[in-house]
């Protein structure tokens, strides 16, 4: 590296962000950039390591860290924007909401803090729409192949826009009113506003992508005109299946999956009109998300911006410990407590809890009774403490427990695509059950992250334009 003693020199700076007293005020961005002169130190402290875990290990997309980081220290933030851009078609994403197992296996991490890596990937694509360096990218010679591309979140985008790279004619089937899918739907506009994905579209539409939004694929057109129409199909519709609590009182008003709570505010953010009877707000309620991870996260966040009166998470696993446990060592990601930017804005967090019941009354929530739970060591079992049951008080009600598996009823099943265990999309090398049907993303590896999703999106977009030759 061109520091090779930068890690010693400089210490890891975090970019600051608006204090929570303002930023809950709305739901606008809130975190800055740091300047260029700081960003080059954090670039320097990326230490010449015999092996990289953060590009091989860490890293879904495999970015090639070490070079872009080094490329900065030297001021070449075009080189560096080249670099980045070769694995990853869409680096503000992941330099936004990803949650960097990159620095959780930086050799720095195994003594010291991580090289700030998710925020220098963030400062070079930054730096390339800021200087024009990010361009559609034509190909003038055509194949003359039809893909259609069935979702528009993560895979999907990036599988569309290499295929139509490779000269492809390619169609996005997107059954929301705007494409993006999970990105513009399920993430807050305080961790990701959508001119980022605006941005993205209008280049890939540069590059001869078509999209066509509100058609829901097995619905409003059938599986049997996309195989007459296209030569292959792509998959990646997610897994839009989420896990239920089917307790008493399920069904009371005031209980809901939590991409319903986040998808509606984030269409209120953008000009959305939602009937009173239809609208879902914790203004003025005691809120209670039950999951711990971070689509939880995110409604913590959400309900403290809309409001609410107060706003508590429960997970049903212990809490984690503050230090990684001796079966838990680097460069793996941590197994360890960590708060989120939501969790600083004021909320409650309980754990080793289990719902039992939705209190309800006069057909609406008005809390839940939980169960204490003893788990085993290994944390592979657990049981439930005798008399331990107590009633938590709650208005507003949101599951955010995770995810299941791709819907069935529609294309699934007009296909007959072959599923595996857990209820996604079989595949090898991308190649469902079906001639020329593939798949790709969290339809084939259930709920994952943004960041793998665009990775197994560009590697299923390999796969096809082989197929297609």
Not at 68 to 78: D, I, P, Q
Not at 121 to 148: D, F, M, S
Request: net charge neutral; hydrophobic share 40%.
């Amino acid at each position: 590296m061109a520091k090779a003693n930068g890690y010693l020199l400089y210490n890891r700076k975090n970019p600051l962000k608006l204090p929570v007293e303002d930023r809950i005020k709305n739901f606008k961005e809130f975190e800055n950039l740091l300047p260029e002169h700081m960003i080059r130190e954090q670039a320097a402290r990326c230490m010449d390591c015999g092996i990289p875990f953060c590009h091989n290990f860490g890293c879904p997309v495999y970015n090639y860290i070490p070079d872009w980081n080094h490329m900065v220290y030297l001021g070449k933030w075009k080189e560096a924007s080249d670099l980045l851009h070769s694995t990853n078609n869409f680096p503000e994403f992941t330099g936004k909401v990803c949650p960097a197992p990159c620095e959780k296996s930086c050799t720095l991490a195994n003594n010291w803090e991580a090289v700030t890596i998710k925020h220098i990937e963030l400062q070079i694509v930054e730096k390339a729409w800021e200087n024009g360096w990010i361009k559609p990218i034509i190909n003038k010679n055509k194949t003359n192949k039809k893909v259609a591309i069935i979702g528009s979140g993560p895979a999907g985008l990036a599988a569309a826009q290499q295929l139509a790279r490779m000269g492809h004619n390619v169609v996005v089937f997107e059954r929301s009113e705007k494409a993006g899918g999970l990105l513009r739907y399920g993430i807050p506009d305080f961790k990701l506003d959508k001119n980022y994905i605006d941005r993205r579209l209008e280049q890939m539409v540069a590059e001869g992508v078509s999209f066509e939004t509100q058609v829901n694929v097995g619905v409003d057109i059938s599986t049997n005109y996309l195989m007459r129409s296209f030569d292959a199909i792509l998959f990646a519709t997610g897994t839009a299946v989420a896990r239920d609590l089917k307790i008493p009182g399920r069904y009371a008003k005031g209980v809901y999956f939590a991409l319903d709570f986040l998808g509606q505010q984030n269409r209120i953010n953008h000009g959305a009109i939602i009937p009173v009877d239809e609208l879902i707000s914790a203004k003025d309620k005691d809120v209670i998300v039950i999951g711990g991870g971070d689509t939880g996260a995110d409604c913590v966040g959400t309900s403290i911006r809309q409001g609410a009166k107060s706003v508590t998470q429960v997970e049903i696993l212990p809490q984690p410990p503050l230090e990684r446990r001796p079966d838990n060592p680097w460069p793996f990601w941590p197994q360890t407590l960590s708060n989120s930017t939501s969790h600083e804005e004021g909320c409650k967090r309980l754990w080793s809890l289990s719902a039992k019941e939705f209190i309800v009354e006069n057909n609406a929530v008005k809390g839940v009774k939980f169960v204490e739970l003893e788990w085993t060591d290994d944390r592979k079992s657990f049981k439930e403490v005798p008399n331990s049951e107590k009633i938590y008080n709650a208005d507003l009600v949101l599951l955010a427990m995770g995810f299941l598996h791709c819907q069935h009823d529609t294309y699934v099943k007009e296909l007959n695509l072959e599923l595996d265990q857990r209820g996604n999309i079989k595949v090898n090398d991308y190649r469902t059950s079906v001639n020329k049907v593939f798949a790709t993303g969290d339809a084939i590896t259930g709920a994952s992250l943004v960041v793998r999703a665009i990775y197994h999106g560009r590697q299923a977009a390999d796969k096809i334009n082989l197929f297609l030759k």
